[in-house]
T-cell receptor, first 113, second 114 residues
């Protein structure tokens, strides 16, 4: 079963606006990761936040993690048309062998020029 | 440095045929994974390997077999393809399980079974 659930399923914004995507999960985790997938391509890692961290930044990306609510959010500031892609959260559940990740169903982001 | 390479990129099979998907990585990574992605869904783990000669089942292993005879290669086999196995298959790898690391993905194999 899918550990992560993402909200919204689809998001359409104008260039320059901020985009926020949310992820909820069910079990305790070691870390949570966000990936981007452009159409017809593989997933590309964006950012990793560990369970003892609350916020992390990377360029125009800001990720927050609330382990008490079992939720995370990804904020993309000053969006560009090139940010159009699907975004997935992935969790590394505690006690899972092999460094396996469980992926959410993704948010399809469309940035209109 | 190619990263993770998947072959073939596209394939059409008839029900009951068999085939093998190849994943090759040139990063000397220990761990490798096979996922499938169906429309509107995230990735589901089929099988994975934590080192040469090892394999383990993931979330949806039925109908698939895998082998990791060489560290750089991870093969996914379909012995008797079924229409339900129509999907996009992704391979990924990481160096090790130390402290959480991002997975590196190939660009996928698009498989249609008629």
């Amino acid at each position: 079963s899918q550990q992560g659930e993402e909200d919204p399923q689809a998001l359409s914004i104008q260039e320059g606006e901020n985009a926020t995507m949310n992820c909820s999960y069910k079990t305790s985790i070691n870390n949570l990761q966000w990936y981007r997938q452009n159409s017809g391509r593989g997933l590309v890692h964006l950012i990793l936040i560990r369970s003892n961290e609350r916020e992390k930044h990377s360029g125009r990306l800001r990720v927050t993690l609330d382990t008490s609510k079992k939720s995370s959010s990804l904020l993309i500031t000053a969006s560009r048309a090139a940010d159009t892609a699907s975004y997935f959260c992935a969790t590394a559940p505690k006690g899972t062998s092999g460094s396996r990740l469980t992926f959410g169903e993704g948010t399809q982001l469309t940035v209109n020029p | 440095n190619a990263g993770v390479t998947q072959t073939p990129k596209f394939r059409v099979l008839k029900t009951g045929q068999s085939m093998t998907l190849l994943c090759a990585q040139d990063m000397n990574h220990e761990y490798m994974y096979w996922y499938r992605q169906d429309p509107g869904m995230g990735l589901r783990l089929i099988h994975y390997s934590v080192g040469e000669g090892t394999t383990a089942k993931g979330e949806v292993p039925d109908g698939y077999n895998v082998s990791r005879l060489k560290k750089q290669n991870f093969l996914l086999g379909l012995e008797s393809a079924a229409p339900s196995q129509t999907s996009v298959y992704f391979c990924a790898s990481i160096a090790s399980s130390m402290g959480g690391e991002p997975q590196h993905f190939g660009d996928g194999t698009r498989l249609s079974i008629l």
